[in-house]
Nanobody
Framework: QVQLVESGGGLVQSGGSLILSCTAS???????????MGWFRQAPGKQRELVAR???????NYADSVKGRFTISRDNAKNTVYLQMNSLKFEDTAVYYC?????????WGQGTQVTVSS
C-alpha cells in the first residue's frame, strides 16, 4: 500500500508565502522506486492542472503561471517533495494535490486547500 500525505495548506494574504510538503509512505517500496514527484492544483469549476514536477535527479518543470514564484524540491532520503510558494496571488487559490510515480504506478494525495485572500 502506498500513501501520499500532504501538509502545509491554509489561508494566506495576497503576496504571502506557504510551503507544502508531501511524504510517500508504505511498506512495499524503497526510495529507489520513487520516480517523478509533483504538485497539481484544481480550482473550483476548473480542471486539475500541473503546477510543478521534479524528477529523481532533480530536474524540474513549472507551469508558466508559477514560474519565478514557486519552487519545487525533494528529499529522496525522506520520500518527500516540497512546494515553496511565494508572492501568492488570489488566482493561486485551489486544492493542491501531490502526485508521484512509484513502482511504475501513479499515486495521488488527498489534497490540501490553499486559499489566498485578495
Amino acid at each position: 500500500q502506498v500513501q501520499l500525505v500532504e501538509s502545509g495548506g491554509g489561508l494566506v494574504q495576497s503576496g504571502g508565502s506557504l510551503i507544502l510538503s508531501c511524504t510517500a509512505s508504505g511498506s512495499i517500496f524503497t526510495i529507489y522506486d520513487i520516480y517523478d514527484m509533483g504538485w497539481f492544483r484544481q480550482a473550483p469549476g476548473k480542471q486539475r492542472e500541473l503546477v510543478a514536477r521534479i524528477t529523481r535527479s532533480g530536474s524540474t518543470n513549472y507551469a508558466d503561471s508559477v514560474k519565478g514564484r514557486f519552487t519545487i524540491s525533494r528529499d529522496n532520503a525522506k520520500n518527500t517533495v516540497y512546494l515553496q510558494m511565494n508572492s501568492l496571488k488570489f488566482e493561486d487559490t485551489a486544492v493542491y494535490y501531490c502526485n508521484a510515480d512509484i513502482l511504475r504506478r501513479n499515486f495521488w494525495g488527498q489534497g490540501t486547500q490553499v486559499t489566498v485572500s485578495s
